[in-house]
């Protein structure tokens, strides 16, 4: 709206309201009502005394019409919504993939603490036949100074692997959830995964060998959206070096409620054509779009090669430590073997607390050494999972 009054004066009062609703290319539908006065009205600008009423279209000839801002917008829009699901299923991987970690690491911690009270209960038995036999004279006192400090040893080992077990339980409760409420692991709880399992687990057991394509990686997919947000700028970027050429065509009424009023040689229409001479700006905006789609090709390629060689050395990695745990559980197996035939010795007089205790050692060594290939091949199944950025 616009007026004027000067000493009294109403030069002019124009009054213009309008609405515009638009179509998916380049034409829009238009409503106007139009009511000007005064005593220095421009002729252009009189109309009937209640008003006058105008219905039409406004159509982009070239620059605009097949592709806009608009039809870029709502298409980028889309793109951006489906990047979005993309990344938060990434985000999801990466969570269950902790969560799996702290799993691999409470088994590990709970299985070290069970070797380690297994022997606890060992030392105590020894300490205890040694002391009576002692006091009975069969055996030295210094027998008996030597199984206590390997029984305090021991105690001194259980101890530890409570509070890294503690630490480990803490450290997987802040993964449990149950409807909005957090949980924690209750003691009596004990770690079911197994070798056999762990694969099927995290639903890698068929990728595992066979992972070579990845085109649906949802990293990918990612840079692939960001492509076509790319390729719809570069679109509209071509489009916008094109003519602005506008055509616009109302019909006008004084009575907007009767459609009998409306008489085709009663119109506006006007056509405006516009083409700037350098079009640096449009030009500009063309070139970095096609810069930018350049260097996300790059870091496509980039992403694909990366993720192919972390999933064929995770895969190897697996491989490798499924070797391992053949040969430790045949180690342990060894071991085992050795502290039941020194303890038989031992009974016989052929050995000594020092020499039963040198086994142990090394068996105790053995299983801890074992229970940690474990925690490594579970956690190596793990990162192939986020890897190849699966859900569960």
């Not at 515009?20 to 000007?36: H, R, S, V």
């Not at 993309?86 to 088994?107: F, G, M, P, Q, T």
């Not at 050429?245 to 405006?272: C, R």
């Not at 083409?275 to 496509?300: C, I, S």
Request: hydrophobic share 35%; charged share 30%; glycine share 4%.
């Amino acid at each position: 709206m616009k007026e004027k009054n000067y000493h009294g004066t109403e030069y002019y009062s124009l009054w213009n309201g309008s609405f515009t609703i638009p179509t998916w290319y380049g034409i829009d539908l238009k409503a106007d009502y139009e009511q000007n006065d005064g005593y220095y009205l421009n002729p252009q600008n009189t109309v009937p005394e209640d008003g006058i009423f105008s219905a039409g279209v406004n159509i982009r000839l070239l620059r605009g019409l097949l592709y806009n801002e608009r039809m870029n917008s709502v298409k980028q829009a889309k793109i951006l919504q489906n990047k979005n699901e993309v990344e938060r299923d990434i985000l999801v991987n990466s969570i269950l993939a902790e969560a799996a970690k702290a799993y691999a690491d409470w088994k590990l911690y709970y299985e070290n603490r069970s070797v380690y009270e297994e022997f606890l209960e060992n030392a105590q038995i020894r300490f205890n036949g040694v002391v009576r036999t002692s006091e009975l004279g069969e055996t030295r006192a210094l027998d008996t100074v030597e199984t206590k400090i390997f029984l305090r040893k021991r105690q001194l080992d259980v101890k530890q692997a409570n509070l890294n077990l503690q630490k480990a339980k803490l450290n997987l409760s802040n993964y449990l959830w149950i409807e909005d409420v957090p949980v924690e692991l209750e003691d009596q709880l004990v770690p079911q995964a197994s070798e056999e399992n762990i694969l099927s687990s995290l639903g890698i057991e068929n990728f595992l060998g066979n992972a070579e394509d990845i085109s649906e990686h949802p990293e990918l997919q990612s840079i692939q959206y960001d492509l076509q947000a790319y390729d719809l700028d570069i679109r509209l970027g071509r489009n916008n070096l094109l003519p602005t050429v506008d055509v616009e065509y109302k019909f006008l009424t004084e009575e907007y409620d009767q459609p009998s009023y409306l008489n085709t040689s009663d119109y506006k229409a006007g056509v405006k054509v516009k083409f700037p001479l350098f079009l640096r700006k449009e030009r500009g905006d063309l070139r970095l779009a096609k810069v930018k789609r350049e260097n996300t090709e790059y870091k496509f390629d980039q992403k694909e090669w990366n993720l192919k060689n972390k999933i064929k050395a995770t895969e190897q990695e697996i491989a490798s430590l499924k070797e391992q745990l053949q040969l430790i559980e045949e180690i342990v197996e060894d071991s085992e073997t050795m502290v039941a035939a020194e303890v038989r010795l031992f009974e016989i007089g052929e050995s000594s607390i020092f020499l039963i205790n040198s086994r142990e050692n090394k068996l105790i060594d053995s299983q801890l050494k074992q229970n940690k290939i474990e925690n490594d091949y579970f956690k190596a199944a793990t990162k192939l999972f986020e890897n190849l950025r699966l859900n569960l």
